[in-house]
């Protein structure tokens, strides 16, 4: 039996390869893979032994030969191929162990040259990889460490590896390789400026297994995608509590979301996709106290995120209602004392000081994927002009500006009422505007006398101004742009209401 190994992670090589020799296996290795092999007493023969040919090109090209790659992808059964093994000298591999230059660990350096990306390119190991899988009737491949013991066991065990792990290895060599040349595709189309290439190429490691789907009946899985966002829930460290389930993760990632959108020390509360309540204060403590106050039905068993570190009073605070998550950048040890006495609440650090990266949105829908870039649009990007006769007063914009903050990030059509540094009402996902105004006036109640409203798309007609103006909202903001927008000027100015129009809308489905 003869083995080809050629590894740049060399976790586990040397024990492998010591029981590989113990089994009689005769091995072929390269460069720093044979060095360690052999400083470790194991023999093992260079591929240039094999291939007659020197490694060139700084080791560019050194396994790319007909010696190995025959040896590789021969047909043992076919009598043609048999003799031109023998016509040629070659000897068949039986086993490939090869792992690929660490590009992914090569772009992510901060300071990375276009050249050093270019250069871990692997193209030797992919090639070998790819025509052992191929040829997984014949060849054992292994490109994961972890595999080392299982196949180990069964030439011990058999005297030879199984049909089934074969192939088992050989889709997992495709996947592979198929993850590598993903990333190295995505590199190299942002390097070359095209947003939206003729075909998409991504891919996704396992972060877990989930429970369940959405629902009991439906299975799951959790994938992070490689050199991702850090400021992310895919990132995020659980401190405690039991498995994030799937809603959790979409839960949480839309609290994430909303708090990104705060300098000041921020609460956000969400249920359902949704935030249920937003406050802001003079500190996390009172954030938090408003976020609460905003809608304290709704915020049992919901999502908290937090952008200062959860403190003792905070946590004293939260200790009283029953909480699914609370995420926040740390958390102090007293806090931690406190919230830990509930065996199940889920408490996550998320990394606040990580770099804000613009990343591509992806949904999939039935057969496709729709893809877009995150929407980061804020106020300091609009175009503000003020229509009505009446402009919003300092504590009117105070409002304002968390309203917006917040109703992009409501599902549409939205509608988010705030007052005195914390929404007090939120309308989302109907099917007209001012369905979705009348659920937020509804659950504001008197917190709507002086509110500020929000909402992320043009008022078709007046009828939203006039059930804001009647529940005493004293402000509006919105983007404008509706054939009818003088209708709606005009019943603000009939109510003395100062509206502000952004240009821009922020739907979310």
Known sequence: MRALLSVSNKEGIVSFAKQLAELGVEMISTGGTKKVLEEHGIPVISISEVTGFPEILDGRVKTLHPMIHGGLLAIREDENHRKQLEQHQITPIDLVVVNLYPFQQTIAKSDVTFAEAIENIDIGGPTMLRAAAKNHQYVTVIVDPADYEPVLRELKENGAVSKATNLRLAAKVFRHTAAYDAMIAEYLTNIAGEQYPESLTITFEKKQDLRYGENPHQSAAFYKKPLGSSFSIAAATQL??????????????AALQIVK???????????????????????IYEAFTRAYEADPTSIFGGIV???REVDRDTALKMHEIFLEIVIA??????ALEILTQKKNIRLLTVDFAAEKKKETFMVSVQGGLLVQDEDIYTLDDANITIPTKREPTEKEWEDLKLAWKVVKHVKSNAIVLAKDHMTVGVGAGQMNRVGAAKIAIEQAGEKAKGAALASDAFFPMDDTVEAAAKAGVTAIIQPGGSIRDADSIKKADEYGIAMVFTGVRHFKH
């Open 240 to 253: 405690h509590g039991k498995e994030l389930s799937y809603n959790n993760i979409n839960d949480a990632n």
């Open 261 to 283: 959108e705060f300098t000041e020390p921020a609460a956000v509360a969400v249920k359902h996709m949704n935030p249920c309540g937003v406050g802001v204060g003079g500190n």
């Open 305 to 307: 995120a937090l952008n």
């Open 329 to 334: 950048p740390s958390f102090s040890d007293e």
